[in-house]
C-alpha cells in the first residue's frame, strides 16, 4: 500500500537524522545525508503522485501501537493528504539536491544535517496523522526540528532573537490548536479524525474552532498580524532551509485549515468566510507592502510569503462563501485555485531562495544595496532568478499567472451570492488582490534589477561566481515546473479534482480533454485560457524578432558605454537602489501602513558634508500588539522575581492559599 511507502520512508528520514547525528564530524556526512533525504523524499514524491493520479481512489488507513494506549497512532492517506505530500516531498528532493552543493559552504554542517531530515520526516507525519494526538504531536515535532534549524548560526544575536520568537509563536499556536481539537472531540473525548467527522458540532462549537484554527494554523503560515516570527526567521536559516520553510512548512499549515475547516468540522456559515476573506486580503496587501520596502533579499522574500499565504487564504475565504450558499460549483472553483497556487508557491518561493542562496554563498551579501551586475558573473543564477520573479510576478505563459487568474474568476461569481455583506466585502478584497499582484510585480522587478544588473556597488558582488552544479539543478527543476503548470494546468486541475470533490462534493469540469489543452473554469462563454498557445505565441514572435534583426539588421558591432548624463566617470553608487526603487510607493502608502517618516540633512551652501536621507519605518503590527505585551510580560518577571528567594514556610503558606484559592473555585463552580 502507498502508505507504507510513505511511513517507511518517514521511518528512513528518522534514521537519516539518527546517522547523521553520529557521523556528524565525518567527512562524508553532508552528501551522504543530503543523498538519503533525497531519495527518501523522491520515493515518498512518487507514492503520493501515484495515489493522486489514481483519483486518489479509496483512503488507505494504517493504525500503529503508538501515541495513547487507548487510542494508538492513525495514518490516513486520501486524496488531500496525497496532493499535500507531493508539494512536502517535491520541496524536500529540490532542497536536498540543492544542499548536495550549498551544503559545501556552510559553517556548522553538523549543527543542520540532524535537523533536516527531522524536519522533512515531521512535515510528513503531520499530513497523515488521522488522529488528534498524533497530529499534534508531529506538529510539534515540525516546530522543533525548524526552530532549530533557525538556530544554526546561534552567535549572531538578531538569530537568537529571531528563534526565540519563532518558539513562543509555535508554542502559541499548538496550544490554539489543541483546544480546537479538544472542542471537536467534545465530552466523549473521540480524538480519532473519524468519529470527529461524524459528529455533529454546534454552530457556536464551530466558531470557535474556526477561530482557534486560525490562530493555531495562521500563526505557522504566517497570517497577519500573527505573521512577525516569519521576516526573522526565515532569514536566519540556511537558504535551502528557508526555502522549505517558506515554500513548504507553510503549505502544511494551510494543509491543518483546510484539513480541519473543511473536513473535520462540518459545513461552514456564511459570516465565517468573511472573517476569512478580511485577514486574507489585509494579509495578501500588508505583506507586499512590507516586501516592497526591504533591501535584504532573504527578508522580502519572506514578506512575499506572507503575501501570497493572503492569496491563498482569500480563495479559501471564497470556497467557504459559496459553500455556505450551495452554490458547490463556485466553491469548487475556489477551492481548486487555492491549492494550485499553494502548489505554484512552492514550486517559484523555492526557486528564489535557491537563487537567494547561490546569491549569499557568491557574495557573503544579502543586501541587495550591496550587490549588482551578478547578471554577468552568474548568468544561469540571474535566468533561474528571473523566471521564478516572473512566476510570482503573475505573469504568463508561467504558472503564478494561472492560479491567480482562477482565483479572480472565483471572485467574479459574487454577485450570486445572497448575503449582501459576501456581494460587497469579495469584489473589495478582489481590490485588494489586484492591488497586491500590482505590487508584487514592482517588487520584484526591483528584487531582480538591483540584485543581477547595472554595475557591482561592492568588490564582493564584483568578485561573485557561478553557483555550483547541484544548486542549478536544483533551481532548473524547478523552473522547469514553473513553466509546465503554467503551459498544461489542465493536468494541474484535473489533478486536484479528487481532493475538492471529497471536501465539497464537486469538482472543476474536466479540462485535459478540452481542444488545444484550454482551461474553462465554468463555461466558454464567461472566460478561458490557453496557456499553451501563450507559450506558443511568445516563442514564435520572439524567434521571429530574433530572425528580422540578424537577417536586415547592419552586421557591424558597435559598443559603447551606457549614457551617463553627461557625468564620464560615475560611481555605481549612483545606481537606481532598492530604497530609492521603493520610494514612490513609500509616499503613497508609507504614513498609512508603515507611519513612515524621512529625515533629510542639507548642509547649506559652502558646507562640504553630504546630503543625507534617512527613512524611518514602523512594524504597527509589532508595535501596537506584541510590544505592549512583551513589556507586560517582563514587568510582571521582574516583580515576581523575588518569589525565588522566598523561605520554605513562605512557600508552604503559599501554597497553602493557592490550594484554598482552587477549591474554593471549584466549590462556587460546581
Known amino acids: 500500500m502507498a502508505i507504507a511507502i510513505l511511513l517507511w520512508c518517514i521511518a528512513a528520514l528518522i534514521g537519516t537524522a539518527v546517522v547523521a547525528v553520529a557521523a556528524a564530524r565525518s567527512r562524508h556526512a553532508m552528501r551522504t545525508v543530503y543523498a538519503l533525504c533525497f531519495a527518501a523524499c523522491g520515493i515518498a514524491l512518487s507514492a503520493a503522485l501515484f495515489h493522486l493520479a489514481a483519483g486518489g481512489g479509496a483512503a488507505q488507513t494504517l493504525t500503529?501501537?503508538?501515541?495513547?494506549?487507548?487510542?494508538?497512532?492513525?495514518?490516513?492517506?486520501?486524496?488531500?493528504?496525497?496532493f499535500f505530500l507531493v508539494i512536502v516531498n517535491l520541496g524536500g528532493a529540490a532542497a536536498s539536491l540543492y544542499g548536495l552543493g550549498y551544503g559545501r559552504h556552510e559553517p556548522a554542517p553538523h549543527r543542520v544535517l540532524p535537523f533536516f531530515a527531522a524536519f522533512l520526516a515531521g512535515m510528513n507525519l503531520v499530513?497523515?496523522?488521522?488522529?488528534?494526538?498524533?497530529?499534534?504531536?508531529?506538529?510539534?515535532?515540525?516546530?522543533?526540528?525548524?526552530?532549530?534549524?533557525?538556530?544554526?548560526?546561534?552567535?549572531e544575536p538578531s538569530n537568537l532573537r529571531a528563534a526565540y520568537i519563532y518558539i513562543v509563536m509555535a508554542s502559541f499556536g499548538t496550544l490554539a490548536l489543541s483546544l480546537a481539537f479538544g472542542l471537536l472531540a467534545g465530552s466523549y473525548v473521540q480524538y480519532g479524525f473519524e468519529a470527529i467527522r461524524a459528529a455533529e458540532h454546534e454552530p457556536l462549537v464551530a466558531a470557535f474552532v474556526l477561530m482557534l484554527v486560525l490562530l493555531g494554523a495562521g500563526s505557522k503560515a504566517g497570517i497577519v498580524p500573527l505573521h512577525v516570527w516569519l521576516p526573522l526567521a526565515h532569514p536566519a536559516a540556511p537558504s535551502h532551509v528557508s526555502a522549505l520553510m517558506s515554500g513548504v512548512m507553510t503549505k502544511v499549515a494551510v494543509y491543518g485549515f483546510v484539513r480541519i475547516v473543511f473536513d473535520l468540522r462540518g459545513d461552514p456559515v456564511w459570516w465565517e468566510s468573511m472573517v476569512v476573506l478580511g485577514l486574507g486580503g489585509g494579509t495578501a496587501a500588508l505583506g507586499i507592502l512590507h516586501a516592497l520596502m526591504e533591501k535584504d533579499l532573504k527578508r522580502l522574500l519572506a514578506y512575499s510569503t506572507i503575501e501570497n499565504i493572503g492569496v491563498i487564504f482569500v480563495s479559501l475565504g471564497l470556497a467557504m462563501a459559496f459553500q455556505a450558499n450551495a452554490m458547490q460549483w463556485a466553491a469548487a472553483l475556489a477551492l481548486t485555485a487555492a491549492l494550485f497556487h499553494a502548489l505554484n508557491h512552492s514550486f517559484f518561493k523555492s526557486l528564489l531562495f535557491f537563487g537567494a542562496g547561490a546569491v549569499l554563498t557568491a557574495t557573503g551579501e544579502r543586501d541587495m544595496e550591496k550587490l549588482g551586475g551578478l547578471i554577468h558573473r552568474m548568468p544561469a543564477t540571474s535566468f533561474l532568478f528571473l523566471a521564478g520573479c516572473m512566476a510570482i510576478s503573475a505573469l504568463p505563459p508561467l504558472?503564478?499567472?494561472?492560479?491567480?487568474?482562477l482565483i479572480f474568476q472565483a471572485v467574479l461569481q459574487s454577485p450570486d451570492l445572497l448575503e449582501w455583506g459576501l456581494r460587497i466585502m469579495v469584489p473589495a478584497v478582489g481590490g485588494l488582490l489586484a492591488l497586491s499582484a500590482a505590487l508584487a510585480a514592482a517588487c520584484f522587478v526591483k528584487a531582480f534589477g538591483v540584485t543581477f544588473l547595472g554595475r557591482p556597488r561592492t568588490p564582493a558582488a564584483e568578485r561573485a561566481g557561478e553557483a555550483d552544479r547541484f544548486s542549478i539543478a536544483a533551481m532548473a527543476v524547478l523552473a522547469a515546473l514553473c513553466l509546465l503548470a503554467g503551459v498544461l494546468p489542465g493536468f494541474v486541475i484535473d489533478g486536484l479534482a479528487p481532493v475538492t470533490l471529497a471536501l465539497i462534493g464537486e469538482s472543476m469540469p474536466v479540462q485535459a480533454?478540452?481542444?488545444?489543452?484550454?482551461?474553462v473554469p465554468i463555461a466558454e462563454s464567461r472566460s478561458s485560457y490557453n496557456g499553451l498557445l501563450v507559450f506558443l505565441f511568445i516563442a514564435v514572435s520572439a524567434s521571429l524578432a530574433v530572425f528580422v534583426i540578424h537577417r536586415f539588421a547592419s552586421r557591424a558591432l558597435r559598443r559603447a558605454p551606457a549614457w551617463d548624463c553627461g557625468f564620464p566617470n560615475s560611481s555605481p553608487l549612483t545606481q537606481y537602489t532598492a530604497g530609492g526603487f521603493a520610494q514612490p510607493i513609500r509616499r503613497v502608502f508609507g504614513t498609512l501602513a508603515f507611519r513612515a517618516v524621512e529625515h533629510v540633512d542639507m548642509p547649506p551652501p559652502g558646507d562640504t558634508r553630504p546630503a543625507r536621507l534617512t527613512v524611518e519605518l514602523h512594524d504597527l503590527v509589532w508595535e501596537w500588539l506584541y510590544a505592549p505585551v512583551e513589556r507586560a510580560i517582563g514587568f510582571a518577571a521582574v516583580r515576581l522575581n523575588h518569589l525565588q528567594f522566598l523561605t520554605i514556610r513562605q512557600y508552604?503558606?503559599?501554597?497553602f492559599l493557592a490550594l484554598v484559592t482552587l477549591l474554593l473555585a471549584l466549590a462556587i463552580w460546581s
Request: glycine content about 4%.
Open 127 to 155: 499530513v497523515l496523522a488521522d488522529d488528534a494526538f498524533t497530529f499534534l504531536l508531529s506538529w510539534e515535532f515540525m516546530s522543533l526540528s525548524s526552530w532549530a534549524l533557525v538556530m544554526t548560526h546561534h552567535r
Open 513 to 519: 480533454s478540452l481542444p488545444w489543452l484550454t482551461v
Open 652 to 655: 508552604l503558606t503559599l501554597v
Open 399 to 405: 504558472n503564478g499567472f494561472v492560479s491567480e487568474w
Open 64 to 82: 500503529l501501537p503508538l501515541g495513547l494506549p487507548w487510542l494508538g497512532a492513525w495514518f490516513r492517506l486520501d486524496a488531500l493528504a496525497a
